[in-house]
């Protein structure tokens, strides 16, 4: 795993920021506040597009994700191997089957041939984690899933 800094400095002062603007108002941050509408906006200017919200963890994102898809009960979603026991969590609490795809040979993620092996007719999705920041063949993946009719969760916790 590479090192990673979670909190510069950058980090730390729009931190402080937000604590100063609630610090003087009657209520809680609660949902949808300014500071995640911010949030979310320059999400979407950094993907160059689309829409986004945000949540309070990892899983509840992987949670949410797989309840906006509507996937069949019971099929099964493709997941990589390496991840934190939230993707499993998510997929379970969904009502869905986790199926797991091989890690590449000197990588930690799955790439498009071990999603291939795992295919099957009851498969509905494909989440893919990149893991210790390192991309994911997700070129190879999209075009497999686009050839079976199957839809696609990153997950870039790690990223
Ligand atoms: C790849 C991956 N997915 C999901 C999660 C779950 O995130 P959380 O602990 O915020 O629920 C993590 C947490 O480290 C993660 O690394």
Not at 43 to 57: E, I, N, P, Q, R
């Amino acid at each position: 795993m590479p090192t990673r800094g979670a909190l510069s400095d950058e980090e730390e002062s729009l931190i402080a920021e937000v604590i100063a603007y609630y610090r003087d108002k009657p209520t809680d941050p609660g949902y949808q506040g300014v500071f995640e509408e911010r949030y979310c906006n320059m999400f979407c200017d950094l993907l160059g597009g689309g829409w986004a919200d945000s949540v309070a963890t990892g899983t509840a994102s992987l949670y949410v994700a797989l309840q906006a898809l509507e996937l069949p009960k019971g099929s099964e979603v493709i997941v990589s191997p390496i991840t934190d026991p939230g993707s499993m969590s998510a997929i379970i609490l969904n009502g869905l089957s986790p199926a797991l795809a091989d890690a590449n040979p000197g990588s930690y993620n799955i790439s498009s041939d071990s999603v291939r092996a795992q295919i099957t007719d009851r498969t509905s999705a494909i989440m893919v984690v990149h893991a210790a920041g390192q991309a994911a063949d997700i070129s190879g993946i999209m075009d497999l899933a686009r050839a079976h009719n199957l839809r696609v969760i990153e997950d870039c916790s790690q990223a």
